[in-house]
């Protein structure tokens, strides 16, 4: 018990089942109580969702009095940990809170809030961190200082890569891009002797999403209100490139053991297509000229899988949109990610999609700054379906804005 009062940090003198009454609610009056009487500040909020989940197990599950193995414990720290659990608790949280404490009654949504969000949260910041490739920012820098190198013939050190903390100025340069989505420009050498500014997005984009911290939390945000508000309907992304920001709705869903919703992925697989309509003439984003944007299926299952999200709530659609998103078997969608870049990609997934959204559910435009004709497509399709819903800035590439609830 000095263990788990350990990881639960503070709570020793709360656990023992003596004070508590009986075996199977170790624990668990003392969370509840002091959560009562003290409205607790989020600081508490693991030795919470770790002890009433222990409590719950235990009591589903008849371990012996007090014996909160290590098997479960290992079960709450690992990857599904969280949704296992918490699966557990919805169906027994109401049981055992009422049968033992009827005060508690009145504090059922503050409850489950604390004990669903600060894991879930603490999983999220990680997803997400882990996504931007901020963890291992260094090896980036190393990476990028190599390609730095390369481009303007210099040889790389052995002590530079081993001292990357030396590079502030890159080291600052990445951690801006991985808040703004952006991509790293290089101080390249012309001939002339002066130094110019460049990007090389083709070899310098190592994350698993472009899209920057901003628009993850704009994710969450508009997930995290169709689940609390039971808006119906499954997320989509078209445009997903390596899949980063359909990893994370899918960890969201998982984070809050939510089995009954899907990820729908769209993508060539295979980069943008060539600019064909007039209103995107110019804007050549293809693969000939952006190799980096053409990601195979495979490449990006993978990803999912490594992040331990690859099952049948993620569904790939693989094709130009203009052919795969009509015939989709999505009945209903809660969150339309748009992030296609262009007029064409835009429009080709609004018309089939915007009819599926549900009243309430959430329309992000990840390109309506960034690219021209995405915006022209989105203020076009907004004035002739006569949407008038208020759109809202995420940063400076993006928009979302969310259907009436009587629509
Ligand atoms: C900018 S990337 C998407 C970035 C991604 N959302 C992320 O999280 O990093 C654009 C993607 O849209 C896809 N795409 C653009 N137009 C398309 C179309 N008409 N049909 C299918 N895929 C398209 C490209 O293959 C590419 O993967």
Redesign the pocket.
């Known amino acids: 018990m000095s263990q788990i009062a350990a990881v639960g940090k503070g709570l020793a003198t709360f656990c023992g089942s003596a004070q508590e009454g009986s075996a199977d609610n170790e624990g668990l009056a003392s969370c509840f109580d002091r959560v009562t009487l003290t409205k607790l500040a989020p600081s508490p909020c693991v030795d919470l969702a770790v002890h009433f989940h222990l409590a719950a197990l235990n009591h589903h599950f008849g371990l012996a009095a007090a014996s909160y193995n290590s098997g479960v414990l290992e079960e709450l720290v690992n990857a599904n940990g969280w949704a296992v659990l918490s699966g557990h608790c919805k169906a027994l949280y109401f049981t055992i809170v009422v049968r033992n404490f009827d005060t508690i009654e009145s504090h059922w949504e503050e409850l489950l809030m604390l004990a669903k969000s600060d894991v879930a949260r603490r999983y999220l910041e990680l997803l997400k961190k882990s996504l931007l490739n901020e963890l291992y920012i260094e090896n980036e820098a190393r990476i990028v200082l190599v390609i730095l190198n390369l481009i303007n013939k210099r040889a790389t050190g052995l002590a530079d890569l081993r001292d990357v903390a030396q590079q502030r100025a890159l080291l600052d340069a990445l951690a801006l891009t991985k808040e703004t989505g952006g991509a790293i420009m290089l101080p390249v050498a012309n001939a002339d002797g002066t130094v110019s500014n460049k990007g090389a997005r083709n070899f310098t984009e190592l994350s698993h ?3 920057g911290r901003p628009r993850l939390d704009n994710i969450q945000f508009c997930v995290e209100t169709v689940l609390d508000e039971d808006v119906p309907g499954d997320m989509i ?9 359909t990893i994370f709705m899918r960890g969201i869903l998982a984070a809050y053991g939510i089995t009954d919703r899907t990820i729908w992925a ?8 060539p600019p064909t309509h007039p209103e995107d003439k110019g804007l050549d984003l293809s693969a000939k000229v952006f190799p980096i ?3 195979s299926v495979d490449e990006v299952s993978n990803l999912f899988a490594r992040y331990g999200l690859l099952d049948d709530q993620v569904k790939f659609l693989k ?4 052919d795969t998103l009509a015939p989709a078997p999505i009945e209903k969608l809660a969150v339309l990610r748009l ?4 007029y ?2 835009t429009m ?1 997934a609004l018309g089939p999609l915007y009819g599926k959204v549900s009243p309430g559910g959430f329309v992000i435009v ?1 390109d309506y700054f960034s690219c021209p004709p995405c915006k022209r497509a989105i203020d076009e399709f907004r004035e002739v379906n006569k949407i008038d819903e208020k759109l809202s800035v995420i940063d400076g590439h993006s928009v979302f804005w969310r259907k009436r609830k009587d629509a």
């Open positions: 999403t472009m899209i992304e078209t445009g997903i490139w390596r899949g980063g920001a769209a993508d060539s697989f295979e980069g943008v297509p944007l053409a990601v094709g130009w949109f203009k992030d296609g870049d262009l064409e990609s080709d990840d």
